[in-house]
Nanobody
Framework: QVQLVESGGGLVQAGGSLTVSCVTS????????MGWFRQAPGKEREFVAR???????????SYADSVKGRFTISRDNTKNTVYLQMNTLKPEDTAVYYC?????????????????WGQGTQVTVSS
């Protein structure tokens, strides 16, 4: 079974940066599309970013409008790790950040499109 473990969350001041990581078990990490979602108190889990599985064309990334231009998703297949670099953080970015893996061939921006989830890591942005 695929297991995902997030790390790197913490407290950061508004305008600062933080990188969260997600290590994924298994031998086929490179074949997974990976996503980052976040959930704030009282809110539904929402899409943040995703990155496609490896292909000859390279990786395809997508971002929620709220983070586009500030966040960057990347992956290192040699380490079975996906990263989310978060820059120019805002208090509104405060949430538990979850990584997710999709074993299918279609990437999606909805939680239902992902098969495995980590436990989340808290990111708190202070004003």
């Amino acid at each position: 079974q695929v297991q995902l473990v997030e790390s790197g969350g913490g407290l950061v001041q508004a305008g600062g940066s933080l990188t969260v990581s997600c290590v994924t078990s298994g031998r086929t990490f490179s074949s997974y599309a990976m996503g980052w979602f976040r959930q704030a108190p009282g809110k539904e889990r929402e899409f943040v970013a995703r990155i496609s599985a490896r292909s000859w064309r390279g990786y395809t990334t997508s971002y929620a409008d709220s983070v586009k231009g500030r966040f960057t998703i990347s992956r290192d297949n040699t380490k079975n790790t996906v990263y989310l670099q978060m820059n120019t953080l805002k208090p509104e970015d405060t949430a538990v950040y979850y990584c997710a893996a999709s074993t299918g061939t279609v990437v999606t921006d909805t939680p239902s499109g992902y098969d495995y989830w980590g436990q989340g890591t808290q990111v708190t942005v202070s004003s």
